[in-house]
């Protein structure tokens, strides 16, 4: 059962980063929170996140091709959630990111100023949990 203090995390998965983003079920506004290491560590590093804010929900960007089709990258995604089911005790939710990635970066192009590749991760991950929110309206505490 979700109450106000409860989050929903997001994860834009790549092969070297993990774009990681919150929103509080209660205000529904998601937000980039950090990039992590897709290595050793994630998995600790991602329970620290689940701590944190107090994670309810797992949501898990399945990147397809434009078409809507699998791809190699939908593969290695589905793959390595399922190696970390066993480390989480969430309920994990698939989630479409189609151009998320692509959006992101221009959004901070846009913006100006300098930014890293870890920035358009974690608003990758934003727009995956965006997206999320407004497909989920039902998810409320």
């Known amino acids: 059962m979700l109450n106000s203090s409860n989050s929903i ?3 834009d998965i790549g092969g ?3 774009g990681v983003a919150a929103a509080n079920v209660a205000v529904r506004i998601a937000r ?3 990039t992590l ?3 050793g560590q994630f998995m600790g590093e991602l329970q620290k996140c689940i701590d944190e804010y107090d994670a309810a929900v797992l949501v898990v960007g399945l990147p397809r ?3 809507g089709q699998h ?3 939908t593969s290695a995604v589905q793959s390595f959630v399922e190696t970390l089911r066993p480390h989480v005790s969430l309920p994990i939710h ?3 990111e189609a151009v998320t990635s692509k959006k992101a970066e221009a959004e901070l ?3 100006g100023g300098k930014y890293e590749k870890g920035d358009i991760d974690a608003l990758a991950a934003t727009y995956i949990l965006e997206d999320f929110l407004q497909d989920h309206p039902e998810l409320r505490a």
Do not use: F, M
């Open 71 to 73: 791809t190699a990258q």
């Open 32 to 34: 980039p929170v950090k």
């Open 65 to 67: 091709g434009l078409d």
């Open 16 to 18: 070297r980063r993990i």
């Open 37 to 39: 290491e897709n290595n």
């Open 109 to 111: 192009n846009e913006r």
């Open 9 to 11: 995390l997001a994860l």
């Open 94 to 96: 698939w989630q479409d």
